[in-house]
């Protein structure tokens, strides 16, 4: 079955500091996706990224970029000058291929950038 | 817009008042999920929905029912709620199963005292 482990709970930076949010993975599947969600203080869920398990490039979105490595089983998050707005909860899940079309979530890293 | 939508949004009530979560989706999407979101626990799926009239259980069914009597609707019924079902609920959608990015609706805040 499909895991997804983020170790970090909690996670303080000072503004304009760099933070990596850690995300490792378990599944049988050969073919698989990895996902981003961001939940502000608001409650939403705002999608941020897809990967799919053949495409190890990595990706760069403005202040925020993601390390895919397949050998290590992780899919790694950054944000690059952190602001008080990145403050938020951020999810890494997992979608496998064969699957019920389920999200497997970890549990979350929760990120305060302190002005 | 392309978007999500729950009903309520919030909701107190009280151990076996049985309740409906609305859910609606305006992108003709196939697949539809429920998820239940507890602290320290990220999200998990309650049920799924491949289609009309086509549902199956999630990794935490217990308590819950769904129907999907319409594309665009999957709502989540709970039959005798209790305490433990106190939650964050959100209902996706996407087109496509695995690959295809889940959108979620804002999320309903239950409490069952």
């Known amino acids: 079955a499909q895991k997804v482990t983020q170790a970090q709970t909690e996670i303080s930076v000072v503004e304009k500091e760099d933070v990596t949010l850690d995300c490792v993975y378990e599944?049988?599947?050969?073919?698989?996706?990895l996902f981003w969600y961001k939940q502000p203080p608001s409650g939403e869920l705002v999608f941020l990224i897809r990967?799919?398990?053949?495409?190890?490039q990595n990706e760069i979105s403005g202040r925020y970029s993601w390390n895919f490595q397949k050998s290590t089983s992780s899919f790694n998050f950054t944000i690059t000058a952190s602001q008080v707005v990145d403050s938020a909860v951020y999810f890494c899940?997992?979608?496998?291929?064969?699957?019920?079309?389920?999200?497997?979530f970890g549990k979350g890293n929760q990120v305060v950038v302190i002005p | 817009e392309a978007q999500v939508t729950q009903n309520p949004r919030y909701l107190i009530t009280v151990t076996g008042k049985k309740l409906t979560v609305t859910c609606s989706q305006n992108?003709?999407?196939?697949?539809m999920s429920w998820y239940r979101q507890d602290p320290g626990l990220g999200l998990r799926q309650i049920y799924y929905?491949?289609?009309?009239?086509?549902?199956d259980k999630g990794d935490v069914p217990e308590g819950y029912k769904v129907s999907r009597k319409e594309k665009r609707n999957f709502p989540l019924i709970l039959e005798s709620p209790s305490p433990n079902q106190t939650s964050l609920y959100f209902c996706?959608?996407?087109?496509?199963?695995?690959?295809?990015?889940?959108?979620f609706g804002p999320g309903t805040r239950l409490t069952v005292l």
């Open positions: 996706a959608s996407s087109f496509q199963r695995g690959w295809d990015t889940q959108y």
């Open positions: 599944t049988r599947d050969t073919t698989y996706y």
């Open positions: 990967r799919n398990s053949f495409d190890e």
């Open positions: 899940a997992l979608s496998e291929a064969s699957g019920n079309n389920r999200l497997a």
């Open positions: 992108m003709n999407h196939e697949y």
């Open positions: 929905s491949m289609n009309v009239e086509v549902t």
